[in-house]
């Protein structure tokens, strides 16, 4: 046995030796009331919750003979304009913001690199399913960020999840915006960290919770986004972080909708701002929105990446390297990204048009911020539903967004504007979302 094998197992077998002495016998377990096959989760709450909302749907086809834009079966590219069941369709249910999905360069970047090195990684990277992709767009994601390195994973969910889970545990605290995508709750409860939650965009607010918590927790990171996927508002990241390092956090920043939509040449939330990369410990994004492509990525100090590169469970060890063929998307994208500026252009100008015509028709657009994120207000799960399968039947596809992934009282329509939208869309959608919500207002509540 060599001497570090020897070391280890002297200190198991302390840790033990200090363990406190198990219980004579367990407790005697929870007797719950028998399902029956197939049964075991008919009453969990996720189960029962789509349960209800199939039935809402239901109601709505059984009650209007509409469509169902739940799981829609398109025909095409997820473009501003798509295909289902033979007929073309507006739509704004894609976070394709530059169009980039389909453009030429990053197709042909995709099939290069599927060409090179197959349809799949095949193995996580530390093993053998390193390939030269992986580091070079890394490298430039670190150069974007003005930070020293990057790591690409196979999903935006799970790097939120997984950095936090590598990064945080028991007796650490994750200090997160109220409106913070589950994603990164998911990553806390994984971490075993405590989580404590401030008013949306309130860095006074987020004063308070540390001023009474911070010293009870040994580390604590404070989380928030760039761009509010369900709302359309754009972080208040400098006075955050800045009150962030007055109680010694750490500070991440989720860019899933901000990368390529923010800053003069699309570089995200620390562009918009013009902040330093060391503002911030964590930088975080994705590939499948404005990029066009499919995976997640985390940017920071160099130490801090590399001890995710061979540790963080979901991340990069014990998960498989990122389809080749996405890598070279992104890597594509990023190339039209610097080469097209006038799409960024585009993109805001259509955010902008279709704000002030949803105003003007008298909209509730909550708390948005003009971002090409915009959300239509429709309060109740049943009318948000009608509005969503009417507009579906005029051509039109938007999403409509319900508990739990808004509170109850909150539903919307959620738009994506992309650069490809025409002046005509616009117009004519906001017409339709108008006469859709008045209609929806004065139908009587199912049963």
């Not at 709450?45 to 086809?61: F, G, L, N, Q, S």
């Not at 960290?193 to 004063?207: G, V």
């Amino acid at each position: 046995m060599s001497e570090s094998a020897r070391d280890l197992a002297r200190r198991l077998l302390d840790d033990t030796a200090g363990a406190p002495a198990r219980p004579a016998s367990p407790p005697p377990p929870v007797r719950r009331p028998r399902r029956g096959p197939g049964r075991q989760f008919a009453d969990h709450p996720e189960v029962a919750a789509m349960a209800t909302k199939r039935a809402a749907i239901a109601e709505i086809h059984d009650r209007f003979g509409m469509p169902n834009p739940v799981f829609l079966l398109r025909e095409s590219a997820n473009d501003s304009v798509i295909r289902w069941q033979g007929r073309e369709l507006v739509n704004f249910g894609a976070y394709n913001y530059l169009g980039l999905s389909n453009h030429p360069k990053v197709v042909q970047g995709a099939k290069d690199a599927l060409d090179t090195y197959g349809a799949s990684a095949s193995a996580s990277r530390i093993i053998a399913g390193e390939i030269p992709l992986y580091t070079e767009l890394e490298q430039r994601l670190a150069s974007m960020y003005d930070v020293a390195d990057a790591l690409v994973s196979t999903s935006g969910y799970l790097t939120n999840a997984g950095v936090i889970g590598f990064l945080l545990r028991e007796g650490d605290v994750a200090v997160c915006d109220s409106l913070i995508h589950r994603s990164v709750i998911s990553g806390v409860r994984w971490s075993g960290a405590r989580q404590r939650t401030f008013r949306h965009n309130d860095p006074e607010s987020l004063r308070a919770v540390l001023r009474t918590a911070r010293a009870e927790f040994d580390r604590a990171l404070v989380v928030i986004e760039g761009h509010y996927s369900m709302d359309g508002t754009v972080g208040a990241l400098p006075e955050i972080a800045a009150v962030a390092r007055e109680f010694d956090c750490a500070v991440m920043v989720d860019e899933a909708h901000s990368l390529g939509v923010f800053g003069e040449r699309g570089h995200g939330i620390r562009e918009h701002f013009g902040l330093a990369g060391d503002a911030v410990d964590i930088w975080m994004g994705t590939l499948s929105k404005a990029l066009g492509s499919c995976g997640g990525f985390v940017a920071g100090d160099a130490d801090l990446i590399a001890a995710m590169k061979v540790a963080a469970p979901g991340v990069a060890m014990l998960s498989g390297g990122p389809a080749p063929s996405t890598i070279g998307a992104a890597l594509a994208a990023l190339d039209v990204l610097d080469a097209e500026p006038e799409r960024l252009t585009r993109l805001w100008a259509n955010a902008g048009t279709f704000r002030t015509l949803l105003l003007d028709r008298g909209l509730d657009l909550g708390v948005s911020q003009g971002t090409p994120i915009c959300p239509v207000i429709v309060p109740e799960e049943f009318r948000a539903g009608f509005v969503a399968a009417r507009l579906l039947q005029q051509g039109i596809y938007a999403g409509s967004i319900t508990a739990p992934a808004v509170p109850v009282g909150s539903e919307r329509l959620r738009f994506f504007l992309t650069a490809e939208h025409t002046t005509d869309h616009l117009h004519a959608t906001a017409d339709a979302v108008a006469e859709s919500v008045a209609l929806a207002a004065t139908l009587p509540a199912p049963g």
